[in-house]
């Protein structure tokens, strides 16, 4: 009876405990993550603050087991790389502007992209030198690994502000390292409901894509979507040699934004369909044997150091740094 009861469960939750074998050969189940924080032109009230990080993605990290370094965009690259040495993966987040570092950048964004750029690249070379460390970019992030790598020509302007969406899998899907593992409903309620919620100005066509020989040797896409006026853009690419993963949409916000004008999926599958990507990260990260030298090393740097603060718009809550 109680077989039954845990195989009807696991079921309904669409979980599969098989697929996660060689998750649990992982070297650290204390993992905590670098988020690179962004410039506050657009927290209201806060503007002169050196910059933020909207708490969705914070919560989003956390609610996989993970903890949060913030790492401050306007930190010295010796800074950056001391935490990059400590922590076991790394997030670039979105933001509510759109590319603000494409046209006229102010100085403080392209510190910000000069940032992404050595982030990056110290990703790759610790990946290189045998010590694994995923990277996950979301919307603004994704864009920003995108144009520092692959040109700001990269991206045009898209109509992909402010709804959900399906997403439309590649042939590199099924072995890609992000969904081999992912249970076939998941899939399938990606490729068929709207469960990804999309909010960016600019996207990479796939034709655009397909002749950025800089991209190419890096990434590989794994999924499609349509903007508003139905053309395609990249949604979902994959590193080809090393754990790099970037969405166009947004993971976190179902479950933690609820800003009253935009139109954020909040039904039990768009939930179910984030957690996943916080979850996978999760397990990337736990293969990362980066550490600091103890939990007192950790709290000097942990985010709880710094205010959260409730907003509402354009996030509900952000941490402030000063």
Known sequence: MSVWLVLLLGQALGLSFNRY???????????????????????????????????????HIESAGL??????????????????????????????????????????????????EHIFDRVVEMNEQGNYFPLMGTSLGFAAVHVS???????????GLNYASNVFFTDHAPNSKLFKNADPKMIYFMRNYNVTFQNHAYGVHPMTFQNNQPLKDLFKVIGLALD?????????????????????????KPAYEWKSCMDYPHDILAIEVGQYFATFFATEARKSSNSFEDFSEFSEYSIYNHPLIHIHQPFEQVYIFN
């Open 67 to 116: 903890r949060v370094t913030p790492i401050l965009f306007n930190y010295t690259t010796e800074e950056i790389d001391f935490l990059l040495d400590r922590v076991n993966g790394v997030v670039l987040t979105g933001d509510a502007l759109s590319l603000p570092f494409l046209e006229d950048p102010s100085e403080d964004w392209k510190e910000y992209i000069a940032k992404v």
């Open 149 to 159: 790598k692959g040109g700001k020509y990269i991206v045009k302007e898209s109509e």
């Open 21 to 59: 074998d060689d998750v649990l050969k992982g070297v650290h189940n204390r993992p905590v993550v670098g988020i690179l924080s962004l410039p506050t032109d657009i927290i209201p009230g806060y503007e002169s603050s050196s910059s933020y990080i909207a708490a969705s993605y914070v919560k």
């Open 228 to 252: 508003k006026k139905g053309d395609p853009y990249v949604a979902i690419t994959e590193g080809i040699k090393h754990p790099l993963y970037t969405v166009m949409f947004h993971p976190e």
